[in-house]
């Protein structure tokens, strides 16, 4: 292993650490725990400032609702998905597979994803965007995510990145009625489901996107083997780094 320490800057945002990077390549699954991290770290600072303002966060276990939206989540951090699956005990992974199941079947029944969303709702007042509108009707679903159990994330520490950076601090009864009541939600200093997105398709060639979480297990063997070559430590460090902000590196 060889240490570094990283200095990375956002508009009024900035951390210093100190990251392992292994000697030998390794998949871009490998850096997930950093930007986990920085995630988790962006996530204070945003609370942190809202506090300063007189806001609080209202998120707290219990309350699922964002678990019934969209959340999309990049194609790395869905293969990291599927193998944490793969690796679950019996019966257990059986009754997570079913529900991923279950659910893309509700949506593909659903014909949401076909659907124009260009028109206005008038049910959905809040829903100003086609993408808005098609996050509504997916929402109207009530499709949970697979890993939402009695209202709480059973994976929490391994939850994805826009997990981690989304907050709110609006009532939580507000977030059950999405785009009918205002939600007050906190703007992370960075969106790092997408930078990771633009990462990978610098460094595996695979598209820049992200997918449904509900849509974790069904990445092709093509996707699946790009996003699994090893790269060279330091220089995937340094696109991830780059995508993000700017940035210094230099040995510990």
């Known amino acids: 292993m060889t240490a570094y320490r990283i200095a990375l800057r956002r508009p009024g945002w900035g951390v210093e650490t100190t990251v392992e990077a292994p000697a030998a390549p390794v998949p871009l699954e490998a850096w997930l725990p950093l930007l986990q991290s920085l995630a988790d770290r962006s996530a204070a600072a945003a609370a942190e400032a809202a506090g300063r303002e007189g806001a609080r966060v209202s998120c707290a276990k219990g309350c699922g609702a964002c678990c019934r939206q969209i959340i999309a989540i990049s194609l790395v951090e869905a293969q990291a998905l599927a193998r944490l699956v793969s690796r679950l005990p019996e019966p257990r992974r059986s009754q997570v597979r079913a529900r991923f199941a279950a659910g893309l079947a509700k949506v593909a029944a659903s014909g949401v994803l076909e659907a124009d969303h260009a028109a206005p709702s008038a049910d959905l007042p809040l829903a100003e965007t086609p993408e808005q509108r098609l996050g509504a009707a997916w929402f109207g679903l009530g499709v949970a995510c697979p890993f939402l159990e009695d209202e709480a994330c ?15 601090t609006s009532p939580a009864a507000a977030c059950a009625r999405l785009y009918r009541e205002p939600v007050d939600r906190l703007e992370p200093p960075t969106r790092l489901p997408q930078s990771l997105a633009r990462a990978a398709a610098r460094l595996a060639g695979v598209p820049v996107a992200t997918i449904p979480l509900l849509m974790s297990l069904e990445l092709g063997p093509e996707v699946d083997a790009a996003l699994a070559r090893p790269l060279a430590p330091l220089a995937a460090l340094e696109a991830l780094l780059a995508e993000i902000g700017d940035y210094e590196i230099a040995p510990a």
């Open 154 to 168: 059973s994976i929490y520490e391994a939850r994805p990145l826009v997990c981690r950076e989304h907050q709110v």
